[in-house]
T-cell receptor, first 110, second 113 residues
């Protein structure tokens, strides 16, 4: 039973355009949601988080939106840069654990 | 500042051999500690987590075990490796405040042949 799902394995966008990465979850008890970025053969690095009582959080080029009624969150990257090319994981926090989705590979083309 | 060390970085082991991956954290006390695995083409699967010395919670029944002999040391072990144990193993720590942001180590690549 996968509690956090990223249904798009990959996404390709042009440099300067918006990248939108999506994530769905099933458990209403999660209290925070996080996005991580991962390069090959490295550990994931934290990008941005959002509390379950918020619907938007912004940090520079990164914005996370949360739709609790739909149990859906998304990460917007504007403008996208070639250095953003990586695997992006969403994660849900609850009971001292982070549950991760399967990841979406983002490719930003110059 | 806090740092996390994980070793070895790369390991090639035969089926049936034992395993020991070690993780240590510096610059903090009483962290929550975690072991995750990323199998080829898959997401990050939580294997074990610990909220204190000797306290281990297992998330997935498997061929692996974990131990926390000291506050900032977390060890992942196996007595006999299987082919399916191959993957990228990640240790992480957090202070479990707010969003519970995990900080990950650089990872250990295990190939079982």
């Amino acid at each position: 039973d996968q509690q956090v799902k990223q249904n798009s394995p990959s996404l390709s966008v042009q440099e300067g355009r918006i990248s939108i990465l999506n994530c769905d979850y099933t458990n209403s008890m999660f209290d925070y949601f996080l996005w991580y970025k991962k390069y090959p053969a490295e550990g994931p690095t934290f990008l941005i988080s959002i509390s379950s009582i918020k619907d938007k959080n912004e940090d520079g080029r990164f914005t996370v939106f949360l739709n609790k009624s739909a149990k859906h969150l998304s990460l917007h990257i504007v403008p996208s840069q070639p250095g953003d090319s990586a695997v992006y994981f969403c994660a849900a926090s609850g009971a001292g654990k982070l549950i991760f989705g399967q990841g979406t590979t983002l490719q930003v083309k110059p | 500042s806090q740092t996390i060390h994980q070793w070895p970085a790369t390991l090639v082991q035969p089926v049936g051999s034992p395993l020991s991956l070690e993780c240590t954290v510096e610059g903090t006390s009483n962290p929550n500690l975690y072991w995750y695995r990323q199998a080829a083409g898959r997401g990050l699967q939580l294997l074990f987590y610990s909220v204190g010395i000797g306290q281990i919670s297992s998330e997935v029944p498997q061929n692996l075990s974990a131990s926390r002999p000291q506050d900032r040391q977390f060890i992942l072990s196996s007595k006999k490796l299987l082919l399916s144990d191959s993957g990228f193993y990640l240790c992480a720590w957090s202070t479990y405040t707010g969003a519970n942001v995990l900080t990950f180590g650089a990872g250990s690549r295990l190939t079982v042949l």
